[in-house]
């Protein structure tokens, strides 16, 4: 596995937002795919309650040539 590209909470990846402010440039050989692994973790402190809950997200992709 590579580096991450972004290491931080969701509300500071918000800042992220556009092509000026991305998380890094890359290139990448026409055809070719990619994969991304988001994890998601809750701290010790967060409650019982919070099993089997769901957390959402949405990402845009932003690619320039």
């Known amino acids: 596995a590579g ?3 972004f290491d931080g909470t969701l509300s ?3 800042n992220v937002n556009d092509y ?3 998380v890094g440039a890359y290139r990448i050989a026409p ?5 991304y692994k ?3 973790s809750l ?7 919070l099993q089997s809950t ?3 997200a949405k ?4 690619a320039q040539g």
């Open 3 to 5: 580096q991450p590209s």
């Open 12 to 14: 500071a990846f918000s």
């Open 20 to 22: 000026a402010n991305g």
């Open 31 to 35: 055809g070719a795919t990619n994969q």
């Open 38 to 40: 988001v994890t998601v």
């Open 43 to 49: 701290p010790d402190s967060a409650p019982n309650s």
């Open 54 to 56: 769901t957390a959402t």
């Open 59 to 62: 990402f845009v992709w932003e």
